[in-house]
Each structure stands twice: as structure tokens, then as C-alpha cells.
């Protein structure tokens, strides 16, 4: 298997070019979140995160013995322009729920009515007319 320096910068999670420190912080931190024994109870997850482990060594050390060169063409995309969205003014009535005039925890899954924590109290996600009978 051959890894390119990009690959490297992007396993252990750094924008390419990083300062030493920035790269030698991010290794430890990944050290102390795959760390073996935190998943001592688990040969499963331990596997998985010993492998992580092994491909975040090998870009550690490619970064800090300077074979992971910057990649030349940094071809940054042009930021995208927003998607400009025509006004809509917020209306309150979408917010509240109708029975109790007390703000919407939720919104119906069948005819999206604002719900508050009065009108559903089990957050079952239905409002009084579709909530399914018998269940809640
Ligand atoms: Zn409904
Ligand atoms: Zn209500």
C-alpha cells in the first residue's frame, strides 16, 4: 500500500503544512483518544483503534521527518456564494403551540403542529388528533 504525503496530513487530521506544534498536539491528542487500554474490556474496538494507531504513527512520523511534503497546488475551491433565500419573516404562530400559547418543543410528524410540552407530554411526536391510540 502506498500512502502519498496528503494522506498523511489527513489521517492525523491537520491542514497540510501545520506547524510542528499543531502536529505534535494532534498526535498526542490522538494517542489519548485510541489509547489500547481505554478499550481493555473490548478486543473488538481495541483492534479497530490499534490499527488508527498504527496509520496516525506512521503520519506522525512522515510529517516530522519532513517526508510529507506540502502538497504544491493548494487548489482551494472559491467559497461557494450563499444561497441567497427570500425573506421570510418568522412567524410566532409556528413556534407556539395553539392550545396552550406556550413555545413548541416539537412539531407533529403528521401535520407538523407545534407542539409544546403540554400538548405532547410523552415527546411522542403527534399531536392530540394523530397520535396513534392506544400507544403513549
Ligand atoms: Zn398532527
Ligand atoms: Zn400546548
Redesign the pocket.
Known amino acids: 500500500m502506498t500512502r502519498t504525503a496528503e494522506d498523511a496530513w489527513s489521517i492525523l487530521g491537520v491542514p497540510p503544512g501545520s506547524s510542528h506544534d499543531m502536529v505534535r498536539a494532534q498526535y498526542l491528542r490522538m494517542v489519548r483518544m485510541n489509547h489500547p487500554d481505554q478499550y481493555a474490556a473490548n478486543p473488538k474496538e481495541r483492534a479497530r483503534h490499534e490499527e488508527i494507531m498504527k496509520r496516525v504513527t506512521w503520519a506522525y512520523r512522515e510529517i516530522t521527518q519532513g517526508r510529507a511534503e506540502v502538497p504544491k497546488k493548494t487548489s482551494t475551491p472559491p467559497p461557494r456564494r450563499p444561497q441567497s433565500r427570500p425573506y421570510r419573516p418568522v412567524d410566532l404562530r409556528e413556534l407556539m403551540c395553539r392550545a396552550h400559547h406556550r413555545w413548541a418543543v416539537s412539531y ?6 407545534p407542539l409544546c410540552s403540554r400538548c405532547d407530554e410523552s415527546l411522542s411526536g ?2 392530540a ?2 397520535r396513534p391510540r392506544g400507544r403513549f
Open positions: 407533529c410528524t403528521v401535520c407538523a403542529a403527534y399531536c388528533v394523530h
